[in-house]
């Protein structure tokens, strides 16, 4: 099976082929580092990066790009609305470059946390203002952009494909326009290209056209082909960014060079918080350092990835717990295997468990070729670890070849491609409360042996094992340990 991945831009499922043969290049939109990151970003970034290591998993040379944004220009809508890293500078009381600096490094721990392998390229809007400069000037001999009283529009009357990627038309665009931006631009529908500096602005750089910055959407258009061409690969970002954000990227970047932008446009889905989508503005944003405090951030990873990308992920506390033991249940299988590799004698890969391994291993490998569906491939984790779990509780021998394999495995498909088992677990405890339930169960377990109820007995011995207990039946009684 060759990978498919669902293509915003047709929005049909397509068989991936790259440009270049072997090559992949991939920009991702980045955040714009005014405060902490929050689970939308992680919902993000978790996603391009399962995205970013199967295709280096399948062999791929990838370029991974994703930007920073740290200059203030106007968000909203591009034209209107509030500086948000200028704001939140001055309530902070420090320069914007400053607030920049914290709240990136912030951002780049709470990656780290998560287990986001860092891109390739990382660049900042601040350090390309003479490339969005130079795309601009294109803009505007070709006839696609005008400049007014400092500033620079694009004509999107120029460009009969604009609303190609959201599919809307230009008509809704001009029939929702704010009535405040229409004075200045030929067509309410218009966007800006480049924003003129009133008094008090204070990121703002020279131009042809006077002091100012840029607007939103020029930033990603000419970093994108500064590193990856004018045409490359994969344009990844949130639902939430294909208007007006992306749409203005295929429109500008097509206008200047002729060319096609993007080949597969990728989107996740939004974050919701107890069915309630999330926003800075609702008041329910939840950021990842106080997420952290409660959860182990590899649980967040986990829970985002045990839901297909493109569908809404809901965060709870019940969520969250649940995800919580699922993991724990899967860590539980792998540190036992790592265990008894430690203890296993040499010997010969069982034949029976090589094929068995090679199953789940091909099952796992198509769920992600379809469209990266993590959720069906966390699913078959866990019906590798039911086989495992019930050939390391059969009582037969299991050589130190067998059981490598069987790590192998883990390390393959949930460590270097999901992220989800590291190379390093920590070990289980228990509590004084824990041991006598376990005894408990154990005291029952050897009255229900006694009676001949074996088929009983070995469902609580199993049971027991899937919570990470293991129970070895001996002359002298049973015993059990904690799997490390």
């Not at 500086?83 to 500078?89: F, G, H, S, T």
Request: proline share 4%.
């Amino acid at each position: 099976m060759t990978l498919r991945v669902y293509n915003s831009l047709t929005r049909t499922k397509e068989e991936f082929k790259p440009l270049h043969e072997g090559m992949v290049g991939m920009y991702v939109c980045g955040p714009t580092v005014y405060d902490h990151a929050h689970i939308g970003h992680a919902k993000v970034y978790v996603t391009f990066d399962v995205v970013n290591r199967y295709l280096r998993y399948l062999g791929y040379r990838v370029r991974y790009v994703q930007n920073i944004t740290d200059v203030g220009h106007l968000t909203d809508n591009a034209d209107a609305g509030e500086d948000k890293i200028l704001k939140r500078a001055i309530l902070e009381r420090v320069e914007p470059m400053e607030l920049v600096e914290k709240y990136m490094r912030s951002y780049f721990e709470d990656m780290d946390a998560l287990g986001v392998i860092r891109p390739d390229i990382s660049p900042r809007a601040s350090g390309h203002i003479p490339e969005q400069i130079e795309l601009i000037k294109q803009l505007i001999a070709k006839g696609h952009a005008y400049e007014v009283n400092g500033s620079v529009y694009f004509s999107v009357s120029s460009f009969p494909e604009y609303g190609k990627l959201s599919g809307r038309r230009v008509e809704e665009l001009r029939e929702g326009a704010r009535v405040e931006v229409i004075e200045e631009k030929r067509d309410p529908a218009d966007f800006a290209l480049w924003k003129r500096a009133e008094p008090g602005h204070i990121l703002k750089w020279n131009s042809p056209w006077g002091w100012g910055y840029p607007g939103w959407h020029a930033e990603c258009s000419a970093m994108a082909s500064k590193y990856l061409g004018e045409t490359f690969d994969i344009h990844g970002g949130g639902l939430e960014n294909i208007f007006p954000h992306n749409e203005c990227e295929v429109a500008q970047s097509e206008a200047a060079t002729g060319k096609p932008f993007a080949r597969y446009w990728l989107h996740n889905n939004m974050v919701t918080v107890d069915g309630v989508k999330m926003g800075k503005s609702l008041g329910n944003a939840i950021f990842l350092k106080d997420l952290f405090k409660r959860y182990p951030p590899l649980v967040i990873r986990f829970f985002i990835l045990s839901s297909h990308y493109r569908s809404t992920t809901d965060f709870s506390d019940e969520a969250l717990q649940a995800a919580q033991k699922g993991l724990e249940r899967l860590h539980g299988t792998v540190l036992l295997v790592r265990e008894r590799l430690s203890q296993a004698e040499s010997g010969t890969l069982d034949a029976q468990v090589a094929e068995m391994l090679a199953q789940h291993k091909q099952r796992f490998l198509e769920f992600l070729d379809d469209d990266f569906n993590t959720a069906a491939a966390i699913g078959e984790l866990f019906e590798l670890s039911r086989d495992v779990n019930t050939l390391l509780n059969s009582g037969q021998t299991v050589s130190r070849e067998t059981l490598q394999a069987i790590d192998n495995l883990y390390r393959e498909l949930g460590g270097q491609i999901l992220g989800i088992v590291p190379d390093s677990l920590p070990e289980k405890s228990v509590t004084g409360l824990d041991e006598a339930l376990i005894q408990l169960l154990l005291d029952t377990r050897a009255r229900l042996r006694q009676a001949k109820q074996w088929e009983l007995a070995d469902g609580i011995r199993n049971g027991l094992a899937e919570l990470g207990v293991i129970v070895e039946d001996r002359p002298e009684g049973s015993v059990w340990r904690i799997e490390k």
